[in-house]
């Protein structure tokens, strides 16, 4: 398990062993709605290679808390407070200049969208040699064969000629493993990687996600993996961030999560999932309702307009009261320790087989 923070509300410092360390983080957006709470007090620590998945429906603020993280947001129109530091330096509000140095060396993310990611007027190797050049001082040569390199450990056929290809060129998978060798080019101590493997089919999902654990255990990267695919973060990451509304309302060890998951919204997520052993037919449980306005999220725990457990809680805490997450193994919610315990084993268990 990775250090963890004591609450939301009233983080600790990182611990010895934390590399990334984000504390109480705030990202909010200026919109002609109104503003709109991406991400609203996340506290969470990554060791060096160690590996957090971050699951949660969309819209959970998954890919605003690591843009953040590389400073990657539009400081006109996005408020950002809290503090995130990588390595011992504070990210929150340093320069730009100094941003840049680390993206694409010490950090770098494999983002959701590859076709956005690329730039159609450069080659693909131009574009996966650029970061190598830039941060190594290699020569223009040496940086085309790194590049060819990577087109060959992320399983581009015929690399050599490939190397030369526009992004339009490749297919959208391929686009999606160039993007990868791009954010791999200089083994980056940090990789956050943005559902790095939903465009590809099975088999190549498999090897990228074995490259992504040969990097990590070569240089020992730290690996952020978001991802909506519960079978991915059990086989590859080794904590796990559930994510709801701009929170984290679920940590803990991978196994721990998925085998005594003690928050609602974790019970709904794996009960949604198809399960190996199930009938075609069998009807999936989605989680009834759909995630809150981010403009305007529910008082309380902000989970409370679906969960089915508000009424096992006495008063009007689930609607009244922000429910903080606890030091270590935690879940935010107001069901104490015997109920979480109950619930999951009488009623959910028996439905995830
Ligand atoms: N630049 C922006 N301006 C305004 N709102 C934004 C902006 N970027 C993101 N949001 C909003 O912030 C919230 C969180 O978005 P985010 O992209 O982090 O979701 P996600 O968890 O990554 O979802 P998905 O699984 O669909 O990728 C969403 O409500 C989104 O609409
Ligand atoms: S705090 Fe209340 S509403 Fe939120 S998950 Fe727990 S029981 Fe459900
Ligand atoms: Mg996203």
Redesign the pocket.
């Known amino acids: 398990m990775t250090t963890l923070t004591k609450t939301e509300d009233a983080p600790v410092p990182a611990g010895p062993d934390s590399f990334l360390s984000v504390r109480d983080l705030h990202v909010r957006f200026s919109t002609e709605d109104g503003v709109v709470k991406a991400v609203d007090g996340l506290s969470f620590d990554l060791e060096r290679g160690k590996t957090l998945g971050i699951v949660g429906e969309s819209g959970s603020g998954k890919s605003v808390t690591n843009l953040a993280v590389l400073g990657l947001h539009n400081p006109k129109s996005t408020e950002i407070t809290g503090e995130i530091t990588l390595d011992g330096e504070t990210l929150t509000g340093a320069r730009e200049k100094t941003l840049e140095k680390l993206r694409g060396n010490k950090m770098a993310m494999i983002f959701q969208d590859a076709l956005a990611a690329l730039s159609p007027y450069y080659t693909v190797g131009r574009q996966i040699a650029e970061p190598f050049i830039k941060h190594t001082g290699a020569s223009k040569r040496e940086g085309r064969q790194r590049a060819i390199e990577m087109l060959t450990k992320v399983g581009i056929p015929q690399p050599n000629l490939r190397v030369d290809d526009y992004p339009h060129q490749f297919s959208g998978g391929m686009r999606q493993r160039a993007m990868i060798a791009m954010a791999l080019v200089c083994n980056p101590a940090l990789l956050i990687a943005d559902e790095p493997t939903t465009a590809l089919d099975v088999t190549v999902q498999a090897q990228i996600l074995d490259l992504l654990k040969d990097l990590q255990q070569e240089f020992g990267s730290a690996i952020i993996l978001i991802t909506h695919d519960l079978g991915v973060v059990a086989n590859t990451a080794d904590d796990l961030l559930v994510m709801y509304a701009g929170r984290a309302v679920e940590r803990g060890s991978v196994k721990e999560i998925l085998t005594q998951p003690q928050?609602?919204?974790t019970w709904g997520l794996l009960s949604s999932m198809p399960r190996l052993s199930s009938d075609v037919n069998e009807a999936l449980n989605p989680i009834p309702g759909a995630p809150p306005s981010l403009l305007d999220p529910p008082t309380g725990?902000a989970?409370?307009p679906r969960?089915g457990?508000?009424d096992?809680?006495a008063g009007a805490s689930?609607t009244g009261d922000r429910?903080s997450l606890a030091l270590g193994r935690a879940a935010a919610?107001?069901?104490n320790a015997e109920q979480k315990q109950t619930f999951f084993t009488e009623q959910i268990k028996p439905r995830l087989g």
């Open positions: 928050h609602p919204y725990c989970f409370h969960c457990f508000v096992e809680v689930c429910p919610c107001h069901l």
